[in-house]
């Protein structure tokens, strides 16, 4: 089992940077893990993954070049450091894993682990 708890969301001006972090425990390692958002009366959708192995995996287009993901083993901590906040990234962000060794994916189908979500709201 793993549990997956995200903090760092909030409400930010257009332009500003914010970084989102996601906290895993349980057995985490060895996984990938994704982040996905989903604004009201959209679906779920992938914004950025990193394999088992802990290399980075890709990007949407609609935030490549303003997103990094990242992660730390030693916290066990999955981050998102976004820039450059467009009104449009106005979401909750998920992150999510899936089971060990397995491929990433940007489907969110794929993934059997979730966390509770964070909002992150870009004011105009």
């Known amino acids: 089992q793993v549990q997956l708890v995200e903090t760092g969301g909030g409400l930010v001006q257009v332009g500003d940077s914010l970084r989102i972090s996601c906290t895993a425990s349980?057995?985490?390692?060895?996984?990938?893990r994704g982040w996905f958002r989903q604004a009201p009366r959209k679906e779920r959708e992938f914004v950025a993954g990193?394999?088992?192995?802990?290399?980075?995996?890709n990007y949407a287009d609609s935030v490549k070049g303003r997103c990094t993901i990242s992660q730390d083993n030693a916290k066990n901590t999955l981050y998102l450091q976004m820039k450059s906040l467009r009104p449009e990234d106005t979401a909750v962000y998920y992150c999510?894993?899936?089971?060990?060794?397995?491929?990433?994916?940007?489907?969110?189908?794929?993934?059997?682990?979730w966390g509770q979500g964070t909002q992150v709201t870009v004011s105009s």
């Open positions: 990193i394999k088992w192995n802990g290399i980075v995996g």
């Open positions: 349980g057995s985490a390692f060895n996984r990938p």
């Open positions: 999510a894993t899936r089971n060990k060794y397995s491929t990433m994916s940007d489907r969110p189908k794929s993934y059997n682990y």
